[in-house]
C-alpha cells in the first residue's frame, strides 16, 4: 500500500546550522508532497509543499527538493533558530486533488542554543 | 486568519460509550478530513468527505465510526462504541475548492485529544 519513510526520528542541530529531514514514497502516483511542523498541542501546520513537476522549492530558510525517479524528498532548514525545534511531518498525496494525505513517521527537532 | 476550529479539545469516555468530535472547518471550504494520531505514532487518514458523501476511507474507519455534516457549519465524527484503541488525538482538516496551488493544502485543526478509560 502507499507508504511515506522519514529519517531520521530525531536531530539535534546547533542553532545557526542546517537541519535536513530526508523522506522517500511509495506510490508512483503521487503528485504533492506538503510538509508539516507540529508545535507541542497544536495540529499539523503547512510550511512548505512542492509539486511532482518541481525539483526544488525555497521559501526563505525553509526549502525542499523533490527526486521523482528516485521517489526522495528533503527538507532543508538553513540558519536553524530556537523556535525550529518541532516535530517535523512530510507527507504525500496522490493523483486527485482531492485525496488523502499520507503522512511520515515524524522527525523531533530540536535546536541546540 | 480563518482557521479550523475543534471541540472539545479533551474527551475522556468509558470504553464501550459513544462519544461525537466536532470540528468546525474554514467557512468557505468544501473538502473535510479526519485524521487521527496515536501518542508517539504517525498522522493516519481516517476519512475525506465532500458534497455530503464520504469520497474515501481507511481501513480504520470501520462500522463503529461516521461522519455528518449536520448543518451548513460543523462536521462531526461519531465513535459509537469506543474502544481503549481509540484513545488518540483526532485532528479535522478541511480544504477549498479551488484550482492551482492554492486549493492543495489541507488546514488542520488543533485537535481532540480522545481518552478512553
Known amino acids: 500500500g502507499e507508504n511515506v519513510e522519514q529519517h531520521p526520528s530525531t536531530l539535534s542541530v546547533q542553532e545557526g546550522d542546517s537541519a535536513v529531514i530526508k523522506c522517500t514514497y511509495s506510490d508512483s502516483a503521487s503528485n504533492y508532497f506538503p510538509w508539516y511542523k507540529q508545535e507541542l498541542g497544536k495540529g499539523p501546520q503547512l510550511i512548505i509543499d512542492?509539486?511532482?513537476?518541481?525539483g526544488e522549492k525555497k521559501d526563505q530558510r525553509i526549502a525542499v527538493t523533490l527526486n521523482k525517479t528516485a521517489k526522495h524528498f528533503s527538507l532543508h532548514i538553513t540558519e536553524t533558530q530556537p523556535e525550529d525545534s518541532a516535530v517535523y511531518f512530510c507527507a504525500a498525496r496522490g493523483y486527485s486533488s482531492a485525496s488523502k494525505i499520507i503522512f511520515g513517521s515524524g522527525t523531533r527537532l530540536s535546536i541546540r542554543p | 486568519e480563518p482557521e479550523v476550529t475543534q471541540t472539545p479539545s479533551h474527551q475522556v469516555t468509558q470504553m464501550g460509550q459513544e462519544v461525537i468530535l466536532r470540528c468546525v472547518p474554514i467557512?468557505?471550504?468544501?473538502?473535510f478530513y479526519w485524521y487521527r494520531q496515536i501518542l508517539g505514532q504517525k498522522v493516519e487518514f481516517l476519512v475525506s468527505?465532500?458534497?455530503?458523501?464520504?469520497?474515501?476511507k481507511s481501513e480504520i474507519f470501520d462500522d463503529q465510526f461516521s461522519v455528518e455534516r449536520p448543518d451548513g457549519s460543523n462536521f462531526t465524527l461519531k465513535i459509537r462504541s469506543t474502544k481503549l484503541e481509540d484513545s488518540a488525538m483526532y485532528f479535522c482538516a478541511s480544504r477549498s475548492i479551488t484550482s492551482g496551488s492554492l486549493g492543495n493544502e489541507q488546514f488542520f485543526g488543533p485537535g481532540t485529544r480522545l481518552t478512553v478509560l
Open positions: 512542492i509539486r511532482s513537476n518541481v
Open positions: 467557512s468557505n471550504h468544501l473538502y
Open positions: 468527505f465532500y458534497n455530503n458523501e464520504i469520497s474515501e
